[in-house]
C-alpha cells in the first residue's frame, strides 16, 4: 500500500538514502537540523519504505517554493 505522510516522522539516514538512488549527494547531516526548519515535507511510503519526498522552504510571509521532490527510481 502506498500512502503518504506531511510532516511525518522520517530520519534523515533515509532521506539521503533516496537522494542517493537519484544520483544526488546524500546531505545526511543537512537533514539533521533542515527538517526542523522546513515549512512543510511530504514523505511518500510503500509500506514502510521511503520512496518519495518533497521539501518546501519558505520565509512564511510572502514566499515558498518546493526545494526538492524526489521519487525512487523502481517507481
Known amino acids: 500500500m502506498i500512502y503518504y ?4 516522522d522520517v530520519s534523515p539516514n533515509e532521506i539521503s538514502l533516496l537522494r542517493r538512488k537519484v544520483g544526488w549527494n546524500g546531505m545526511e547531516e543537512y537533514y539533521l537540523k533542515s527538517l526542523r526548519n522546513s515549512y512543510f515535507y511530504i514523505c511518500c ?17 510572502t514566499d515558498a517554493y518546493i526545494q526538492d521532490v524526489i521519487v525512487d527510481p523502481e517507481y
Open 45 to 61: 511510503y510503500e509500506d514502510a519504505k521511503l520512496i518519495g519526498f518533497l521539501d518546501v522552504v519558505s520565509n512564511r510571509v
Open 5 to 8: 505522510k506531511l510532516n511525518g
